[in-house]
């Protein structure tokens, strides 16, 4: 069965300070990879999406990096600001079926003054 | 202004009254998708449209019916609604499978 596992769960930062987020996922095969960030109440916004072939993009102060063979992901935030605490959520599609996601449960992000 | 819009946008209805929780998108994309939203269980998605008159199944399909007759709409269907099917719901689209997906503002629904 495709999992996506999303870790920390949770995760309280102090404003400015850098954070990486982690995602494994057993997709397979892989298609493509994609970063949402999702504020209390809202849609999902998406921050990056990755092919097989690609290993980082970036996103203004997010950075998503794929590791294809071992099947993990990061989004990392850099200097992280207040508009930072949000739900970070990670989906995997398979290239057997591509229009199928499968979601992560995201990682709560709680950035303090 | 590019936008996905949902309607409505809370919905308070009873077991049983089927519904409709229509989608449309103004950007001329061609996948669009429906998923829903728990508390504990994150995002799950329910039925995708990969084009015009194409629709598949996604992880819980179950109790829910889409059509997509025309490209900028995608209405979920809830014939038989059920406790179980009381959600947040989101109306998703994208230019194509690598491109970004833009999300509606939810449909918050409550069944009886």
């Known amino acids: 069965k495709n999992q996506v596992e999303q870790s920390p769960q949770s995760l309280i930062i102090l404003e400015g300070k850098n954070c990486t987020l982690q995602?494994?996922?057993?997709?397979?095969?892989?298609?493509?990879l994609r970063w949402y960030k999702q504020d209390t109440g809202r849609g999902p916004v998406s921050l990056t999406i990755?092919?097989?072939?690609?290993n980082t993009k970036s996103n203004g102060r997010y950075t998503a990096t794929l590791d294809a063979d071992t099947k993990q992901s990061s989004l990392h935030i850099t200097a992280s600001q207040l508009s930072d605490s949000a739900s970070y959520i990670c989906?995997?599609?398979?290239?057997?079926?591509?229009?199928?996601?499968?979601f992560g449960d995201g990682t709560t992000l709680t950035v303090k003054p | 202004e590019a936008q996905v819009t949902q309607n409505p946008r809370y919905l308070i209805t009873v077991t049983g009254k089927k519904l409709t929780v229509t989608c449309s998108q103004n950007?001329?994309?061609?996948?669009m998708s429906w998923y829903r939203q728990d508390p504990g269980l994150g995002l799950r998605q329910i039925y995708y449209?990969?084009?015009?008159?194409?629709?598949d199944k996604g992880d819980v399909p179950e109790g829910y019916k889409v059509s997509r007759k025309e490209k900028r709409n995608f209405p979920l269907i809830l014939e038989s609604p059920s406790p179980n099917q009381t959600s947040l719901y989101f109306c998703a689209s994208s230019l194509g499978l690598y491109n970004e997906q833009f999300f509606g503002p939810g449909t918050r629904l409550t069944v009886l």
């Open positions: 989906v995997v599609s398979a290239n057997t079926n591509a229009g199928k996601s499968t």
């Open positions: 449209s990969m084009n015009v008159e194409v629709t």
């Open positions: 950007m001329n994309h061609e996948y």
């Open positions: 995602c494994n996922y057993t997709v397979s095969p892989f298609s493509n």
């Open positions: 990755m092919t097989f072939s690609e």
